[in-house]
């Protein structure tokens, strides 16, 4: 007797929309809202209320925290690859009430590279951040500039021996500018509540900064002011 084989129709993955009350235009809106402007959740709560969406800011903290990720990682093939010059230092942010390490790294065309959230400054933190940054564009830089943290030099030596690395009073004025760009969007949301929330949110104001400044091959043929609101549609489809 000839057993009979059940073939299994394709159907496309679920959109990480399902089972959210609310339809992906309002909630993309709401994320892109968080990111791109000054604005505390209680303010997009506000300004959906506005526009005839009742949402609570509790739901758009944890909309934040959901889809940020996910946007990110959609968008991470159309990225562009960084330069070879990178700039390197460390912010303090308070997660809970209690001061964190922020690393991060741009490079001279003012691509953010990767950020990474510490509870300690040390050699192992500077690791881990330098592994991970390289890891992401797969490019290995020429350059580094640093400021005068005695582990940097055997963390670079030994992660990237062919870079060289330049410690000098006000090279770093690159990304010391760009850090004044993140720290104006952090100072409304008085505080964040666990690091994961605080990754989260500052890896999410790079990407939409690296938006920003063209360094993604998305929306090219929309006009700078529209282009993050483009992308952030685009996105939202592949999702």
């Known amino acids: 007797m000839r057993s009979s084989t059940r073939v299994r129709s394709w159907s496309p993955p679920a959109s990480a929309f399902v089972g959210f009350r609310f339809p992906p235009e309002v909630i993309v809106l709401a994320v892109r809202w968080c990111l791109r402007f000054n604005l505390s959740y209680r303010d997009v709560e506000e300004l959906l209320v506005e526009r005839g969406v009742e949402v609570d800011h509790v739901t758009v903290y944890r909309w934040v925290r959901r889809f940020i990720p996910l946007l990110a990682d959609a968008a991470r093939f159309a990225r562009h690859s960084p330069g070879d010059h990178w700039f390197v230092d460390e912010i303090y942010v308070k997660v809970n009430g209690v001061w964190r ?13 990767d950020v990474l959230v510490s509870a300690r400054r040390d050699a192992a933190a500077a690791r881990r951040f330098f592994r991970r940054a390289l890891t992401t564009p797969k490019v290995t830089p020429g350059q580094m500039v640093t400021d005068a943290d005695p582990v940097y030099p055997r963390v670079l030596d030994d992660l990237v021996p062919s870079a060289r690395h330049r410690i000098e009073r006000h090279a770093d004025n690159p990304i010391e500018a760009d850090h004044s760009q993140l720290k104006h969007r952090l100072r409304p949301m008085r505080g964040l509540r666990t690091n994961r929330t605080a990754q989260t949110i500052i890896a999410g104001h790079a990407f939409v900064q690296n938006l920003r400044r063209g360094h993604y091959e998305l929306a090219a043929d929309v006009q700078p002011g529209l282009r993050v609101a483009a992308a952030f549609t685009e996105l939202a489809r592949a999702i």
């Open 101 to 113: 390490y922020v690393y991060r790294a741009v490079d001279q065309h003012g691509q953010v590279i």
